[in-house]
């Protein structure tokens, strides 16, 4: 790659205002999206189970003398009983400040509910009980919570606790800041070709530096945002130990350290970039249009919201690897029809990104552009 043509690129994206101010938000985003946390006290100990708690008391009055001589009924509402014995139990731990009872009926509650889908919680047809997957989650958090002889933290607005919030969130959107970044990739030399006309390069020149200005603008600002999100949470209401609990699925779902967790997030962030980079390269040369080469990519990404009997088989495509936050936490496993996790992810990701970037050279080449 001439480092002459990538200063020249790097100087046009550094002076991008668009650039500049997607990158300033997502930092803003991520450091002060505390503020909402605090005010909607969003998963704020018991208050996340209250609603389900409600649930559980409607579910239990259904059942009637008759329906509790059928032993699967009287299983339900057994469970039942049980889960209300646990929720007060959490709530009591919340009010009293008692980590430990906390940490202890909040594990007995998650294990219940999962017992409870031995028999499909038959009688309970309302009953608002999470999918198993979310619930294993859960437990893999406790138990390393246990293990590690960690205390656990009653709410999300903590440093630690608040940063596996803010990265979940951001999973669900990085794609579209990465996509507002790379959607003019190519654009420059459509409608400008005599800006560059004097600095002799070539497709694969272009394609490499883009491929590092884009991960410039992404990495750099997603890193300092995880570090402000960090410290301002910590600052504000407490700091928690980076060996905080975060899920990751990868043979199954477990729990690791937030530190290493905030490592892979970033790796995967890394492939999530040149994909969608060589997305935008290819769309861009299609439809001349930076608005068609969003909405196309936008579309790409609204496949991964197709109904779960479909999506399991889709499984090869690229659109349900683009939400990181839950590829890492084995959502998108819990859907497919066979196992994926971030290195599935990543490698159907890698193998697009040839197919694009091929497709892409095809028809520059066709016009005349050197390889």
């Known amino acids: 790659m001439r480092s002459q043509y990538f200063q020249a690129n790097f100087r046009i994206a550094r002076k991008s205002k668009k650039n500049m101010v997607l990158a300033v938000l997502l930092i803003l985003c991520m450091i002060f999206s505390v503020l909402v946390v605090e005010e909607q006290k969003i998963n704020d100990g018991y208050r996340q ?3 389900y708690n409600e649930s559980v008391h409607v579910n239990a009055d259904y059942f009637s003398s008759n329906l509790l001589r059928k032993k699967d009924y009287k299983q339900t509402f057994n469970n039942l009983n049980k889960q209300a014995e646990y929720l007060a139990g959490v709530q009591n731990g919340e009010m009293f400040d008692s980590a430990q009872d906390y940490l202890q009926n909040s594990k007995k509650l998650v294990q219940t509910m999962l017992a409870g889908y031995q ?7 309302t009953l608002n009980v999470l999918p198993k997957y979310q619930l294993w989650q859960k437990l893999v958090v406790y138990d390393y919570l ?3 002889h960690l205390v656990i933290v009653m709410n999300s607005k903590e440093s630690s606790t608040y940063l596996i919030y803010v990265l979940s969130l951001i999973g669900m959107f990085l794609f579209f800041y990465i996509l507002f970044i790379a959607s003019d990739s190519w654009m420059i030399n459509l409608l400008h070709p005599t800006l560059l006309k004097n600095i002799p390069y070539q497709i694969r020149d272009e394609v490499k530096s883009k491929f590092i200005i884009n991960l410039v603008l992404t990495l750099i600002p997603l890193v300092i945002g995880m570090l402000g999100s960090y410290l301002f949470a910590g600052f504000k209401n407490g700091f928690n130990s ?12 477990s729990a690791v350290p937030l530190w290493f967790y905030c490592l892979l997030y970033l790796a995967y962030a890394v492939v999530l970039v040149i994909f969608v ?39 090869f495509l690229p659109s349900v690897y683009l939400n990181i936050s839950n590829v890492l936490d084995g959502t998108v496993s819990s859907q497919a029809i066979v196992p994926t996790n971030l290195i599935t992810g990543m490698l159907v990701l890698l193998v697009w990104t040839v197919v694009l970037i091929m497709w892409f050279r095809h028809l520059v080449n066709q016009g005349g552009v050197k390889k």
């Not at 028999?119 to 047809?125: D, V």
């Not at 290819?282 to 579309?299: E, G, K, M, W």
Request: net charge positive; charged share 10%; glycine share 4%.
């Open 49 to 51: 189970w209250r609603d």
């Open 119 to 125: 028999n499909n919680y038959r009688g309970a047809s």
């Open 146 to 148: 246990y293990q590690n």
């Open 242 to 253: 980076l060996n905080y609990p975060a899920v990751l699925y990868f043979t199954r779902i």
């Open 277 to 315: 980079t060589s997305l935008a390269f290819l769309l861009n040369q299609l439809t001349h249009s930076v608005y068609l080469t969003i909405f196309i990519a936008t579309l790409v990404y609204s496949i991964s919201f197709l109904p779960g009997s479909i999506v399991k088989y889709l499984f």
